[in-house]
């Protein structure tokens, strides 16, 4: 990085830092602290929910999941439009009606307090693990590429994160998403139109997709009913739409977005703008990945996209089957980039023969490639069992650091940083907001005037950034972070999701039976996981329907028992 990256690094994330204080300053009521006065308009709340969603890890790890495997993670988003339709009839008008603060205090008014309570717990476990993930995820990956000291860099962003949004709560969170967005999504399309330029000037943008293709990265639709297999078209629309539904219309930190809107209308036209857009978004992202993909086929990429594990096992016994495993990815470099050729010479005279034989070819070499780059994971895990072998989560920024122009770099680096900002800001609202009303506020024996709750909220918000910040710290990477992340949401969310289900079409369950099933459900569904009963996105239906399930049968069997028929 040279000055004007570090000019354009630094200004933008200061600007957006910034603006979000000076915006927002003299919040005076938990009303205008929590839900923005109820002023925003629906493309504020479009663009919040997506910038909630849309962390650094989504485009940290998004190309790389491309880049590896193609195109078919987009099928996790397949549920979404279908969940934004489903919140946008049942639960914002509900929400809206009860002029709720916090989605768990619907619990209370249909159950019982400890019901409300368990929830808000269950949300704070969860979302307060994702909030120190989504700072560790930028942090890990830029301090083994750039060499900066991690934990500095976990205290940078959590500081500038606290800064803005203790200051000005829901309002300072949805001002400064629309700066992020738009840095985000001129970022991305920088690097798309870059790596398009990069190529071969022969290589049109239809020659890309005919390359990609060749090698399977475009393979969308899986129609696979195999529970076990992540990413089908069916474990999309179900799996994933319990997911969406679970965290748009339960999870605090989105619920909030929703929450300052104008009015019912404006805030379900900004989830409808964020169900349009999602998913053309998300293509977009695993496209750049593709691209990248293409871009190392003509150019030159290393054995393992992770400095810190190359230089692990370069330092090692090992060092020399690192070599010649190295050694042998240039060879093959060299003999993919003329399979390349003859396959783009073949399309071009149309000869279907020679198409078919430079495609074997080429699919050929890159298998051969990835048994390379697995053989070298093998020998770093030797080397040093701390090191991350795994690299999907490095290759995009390894692209931006070595590949893209002065400037460029410092602008793709604003927008991984501005990702971590924008999730992390909005996680640290919703946790200071769901401590302070659901259980400060609401077991408090005193009443506070509401300057002085405004001030405990933001003081919950403060004890958040510094918790996610020391989770950052002694948190650790795991097979990809996109999917750390779903992870632990479809651990919690099912759950949660049951629960509100129960409250608004089960009107003959009650408080008791709830609280016990979703501790039962909870108790389960990590068993389910640990065990590796079935992937992770079906278990939001899974916990959602066994909590249902639960419920309707203690509920009956309480009934049952309290029968006079029965006593008699």
């Known amino acids: 990085m040279v000055i004007l990256d570090w000019v354009v690094l630094s200004g933008t994330l200061l600007f957006i830092a910034g603006y979000g204080v000076w915006k927002t300053r003299g919040s005076k009521s938990v009303d205008d602290y929590v839900r923005g006065g109820n002023k925003a308009r629906w493309w504020t709340i479009g663009l919040s929910v997506m910038a909630t969603q849309a962390s650094a890890i989504t485009f940290l790890s998004t190309p790389g999941q491309a880049f590896h495997d193609g195109m078919g993670f987009v099928q996790f988003y397949f549920g979404l439009p279908l969940a934004m339709i489903v919140i946008c009839a049942i639960f914002v008008p509900i929400y809206h009606k009860l002029k709720v603060f916090t989605a768990y205090e619907l619990l209370e008014k249909r159950f019982d307090l400890k019901t409300r309570t368990l929830t808000a717990i269950l949300f704070l476990i969860q979302r307060g693990l994702a909030a120190g993930i989504t700072i560790f995820a930028p942090s ?7 060499g900066w000291d991690l934990r500095t860099l976990n205290i940078i962003i959590g500081i500038i994160v606290i800064i803005y949004t203790v200051s000005g709560g829901t309002k300072a969170v949805s001002v400064t998403h ?14 798309f139109f870059f790596i398009l330029g990069s190529l071969p000037i022969d290589i049109t943008f239809g020659e890309v997709l005919k390359i990609a293709g060749a090698n399977e990265k475009l393979n969308i639709l899986n129609f696979d009913f195999d529970t076990q297999n992540r990413y089908t078209f069916w474990s999309g629309i179900t799996g994933g739409f319990f997911l969406a539904l679970a965290y748009f219309g339960t999870d605090q930190s989105q619920v909030q977005r929703y929450l300052s809107g104008k009015s019912v209308r404006e805030s379900q036209l900004g989830l409808i703008f964020n169900g349009i857009l999602k998913i053309p978004m998300q293509f977009f992202i695993l496209l750049v990945g593709v691209m990248v993909f293409v871009f190392y086929q003509y150019n030159s990429s290393p054995l393992n996209f992770n400095p810190a594990a190359s230089e692990a096992v370069l330092s090692s016994t090992y060092a020399e089957d690192y070599r010649q495993l190295e050694q042998g990815h240039k060879e093959l470099e060299t003999e993919k980039r003329m399979a390349q050729n003859e396959f783009s010479k073949a399309w071009g005279v149309k000869d279907y023969n020679a198409i078919e034989e430079a495609r074997i070819k080429m699919v050929d070499l890159n298998k051969k490639e990835s048994s390379n780059r697995d053989a070298a994971r093998t020998l770093i895990a030797q080397a040093d069992s701390t090191v991350e072998t795994n690299d999907k989560d490095y290759v995009f920024i390894h692209f931006i650091l070595n590949n893209l122009p002065i400037g460029l770099v410092g602008l793709l680096l604003a927008v991984i940083l501005s ?4 999730s992390t800001a909005s996680e640290l609202n919703a946790l200071g907001t769901i401590t302070a009303i659901d259980l400060y506020k609401r077991n408090k024996k005193t009443q506070l005037n509401q300057s002085q709750y405004v001030r405990a909220t933001k003081a919950f918000t403060l004890l958040w950034g510094v918790i996610a910040i020391v989770i950052a710290c002694v948190a650790n990477l795991f097979d990809n972070l996109i999917q750390l992340v779903n ?14 289900l129960l409250a608004f079409f089960f009107k003959f369950v009650k408080g008791n039976a709830v609280f016990i099933a979703a501790i039962i459900t909870q108790i389960i569904v990590i068993i389910g996981w640990s065990q590796d009963w079935m992937s992770y996105l079906w278990l939001n239906a899974f916990g959602c329907a066994l909590v249902i399930l639960i419920a309707i049968i203690l509920e009956t069997f309480d009934r049952w028992l309290r029968n006079p028929a029965f006593e008699a």
């Open 419 to 422: 990702a971590a900002m924008s």
């Open 178 to 191: 629309k700066q992020q967005m738009f840095i985000i999504m001129v970022g991305m399309f920088f690097a």
């Open 487 to 500: 992870i632990i949401g479809s651990i919690f969310y099912g759950n949660v999701l049951g629960i509100f």
């Open 140 to 146: 890990i990956i830029l301090s083994a590429v750039l």
